[in-house]
């Protein structure tokens, strides 16, 4: 069920934590860098950590060219481009997870005109063998194998293995999983077919009941949670129906009350809303914005590290791309960054520096570009504060990296009130450690590493994050097994 309202995008005067006039808007802070101007016909992106080297890497598809390749990155943003394979017409669609259930990203590639959706082995420092996960599908236009949000891979059947989501216009227009046997053998499972020219589709456990859903659009008008019955046959909820020609779909907690809701485009209707759930899995539809020409693909990130979920989202006709920072109460204020995307499709929210905050990635199809945004937030001083505040708090973890629980110390400049959180590399709050008035002088807490539902969190990086009522320092933290 879905009620449908606009609510107006408006100017914020004050931010979260920042005032706007005082401090920069989030595209203000992103700094355009071509890795790659003649990438033919640029299609997909999605980035990670592939030669397990520590910095972060992507891999990219060139639709005309018909070749995917990866790209090392040496750490100081010098990227070394590797082909996967070639004689890949119209290779359009990529994604990155662990296939093979080990430590090391493998690589999903598909094609608008060959026949074969393939996975690629990685042995862990990027040497990649070539495997078919299906033959037959011939105008694949979507593939997925990881939910890039919360870094999950996709266990659609929930037995601790991978599979893959995909979607094709021919044979069939349908949406179908590949069920993975835990040998990287793989078994098609059709979701619906039929369904006039399906487009973006991702999987996560909406109704939060156990098992992994599908939220998938099409060209036919329509957005449609496909439920998992926690046997895999799936029922269909129409969340949209009628809404031009929907073309991209994401999940995540945007207001932060504990459910799944969505963000949406819609490139017909020129549309960017995102979809309250109420808790009970009834929606209700919020248009960001209602003139956004060329809607065709939008992601969620904590783009400014305030907390709270913003949406980015591409105008494709239009060549534009943007940030709709959230308030916090989800107003959403609209920021331009980059008016040059004449026929960008994707883009990927990463942290390609390494600085802690996220920069973003992304593939022209018209320009042959490969771009990424530096994102600079980090290291900008906010309002009031001075260079030196990290070094005046001296805001430190230790062991760091840590095992089982980590010791946060920092020391009180003056009386006030103190919040100190961990959060994921998206921006999602992982637990908030304080956030009460604080004497002057040294502080420290250890913490056990698990969230605030007392789950003990998946290795990897995080954001440590102080906030006082003049500066905020963010220090990054790596769990390891």
Not at 203 to 232: C, L, R, S, Y
Not at 291 to 304: E, F, H, K, L, P
Not at 413 to 431: A, F, R, Y
């Amino acid at each position: 069920m879905i009620h449908r309202y606009m609510r107006t995008t408006a100017l914020i005067v004050q931010m979260t934590m920042f005032s706007v006039s005082a401090f920069p808007q989030a595209g203000e802070l992103l700094t355009e860098h071509i890795i790659l101007s003649d990438y033919n016909n640029a299609c997909g992106i999605a980035g990670v950590d592939l030669d397990g080297d520590g910095d972060k890497d992507f891999v990219a598809s060139s639709f005309d060219g018909g070749y995917v390749c990866w790209f090392e990155n040496d750490g100081y943003q010098t990227f070394t481009q590797h082909q996967l394979i070639s004689n890949f017409p119209h290779a359009n669609v990529v994604d990155v997870a662990h296939i093979d259930s080990d430590e090391d990203f493998d690589i999903v590639v598909a094609s608008n005109a060959a026949n074969i959706i393939y996975w690629f082995e990685n042995d862990g420092v990027g040497n990649f063998t070539q495997h078919t996960v299906i033959e037959g599908w011939t105008s694949a236009t979507f593939v997925m194998a990881r939910n890039h949000f919360d870094s999950t891979d996709l266990d659609i059947d929930g037995d601790g293995d991978t599979d893959i989501l995909a979607a094709t216009v021919s044979p069939g227009d349908m949406v179908s999983w590949f069920e993975n046997d835990g040998n990287q053998n793989f078994t098609e499972h059709t979701v619906k077919n039929n369904w006039y020219w399906p487009r973006y589709q991702t999987a996560i456990d909406i109704d939060q009941d156990g098992d992994m859903d599908i939220i998938g659009t099409a060209k036919a008008g329509e957005v449609i949670w496909f439920e998992n019955d926690g046997d895999e046959i799936f029922s269909e909820n129409i969340l949209i129906s009628d809404w031009g020609e929907p073309s991209s779909v994401k999940a995540a907690d945007i207001d932060q009350d504990g459910d799944i809701d969505l963000a949406a485009t819609s490139v017909g209707a020129n549309q960017v809303v995102w979809l309250e759930n109420d808790g009970t899995n009834n929606f209700s539809e919020h248009i960001i914005q209602s003139n956004y020409i060329g809607a065709i693909s939008v992601r969620i990130a904590d783009i400014d590290h305030d907390n709270d979920l913003d949406i980015l989202a591409i105008g494709w006709i239009g060549g534009y791309i943007a940030v709709f920072e959230n308030d916090g109460q989800q107003n959403f204020t609209e920021d331009i960054f980059c008016e040059t995307a004449y026929d960008m499709i994707t883009i990927f929210p990463i942290d390609l520096d390494s600085d802690g905050d996220l920069d973003i990635l992304g593939a022209d199809y018209s320009t042959n570009d490969l771009r990424w945004w530096e994102n600079s937030l980090i290291t900008a001083s906010t309002p009031g504060s001075k260079d030196s505040d990290k070094d005046q708090v001296g805001l430190s973890c230790y062991p760091n990296p840590f095992n089982t629980e980590t010791t946060i110390c920092f020391s009180q400049p003056t009386t006030g009130h103190v919040e100190l959180s961990i959060s994921d590399m998206n921006g999602k709050l992982v637990v908030t450690l304080i956030d009460t008035m604080l004497n002057k002088g040294d502080q420290k807490i250890t913490w056990n590493g698990k969230t605030s539902d007392g789950c003990e969190i998946k290795p990897g990086k995080y954001l440590c994050r102080l906030k006082t009522k003049k500066m905020e320092v963010i220090s990054s933290l790596i769990k390891i097994k």
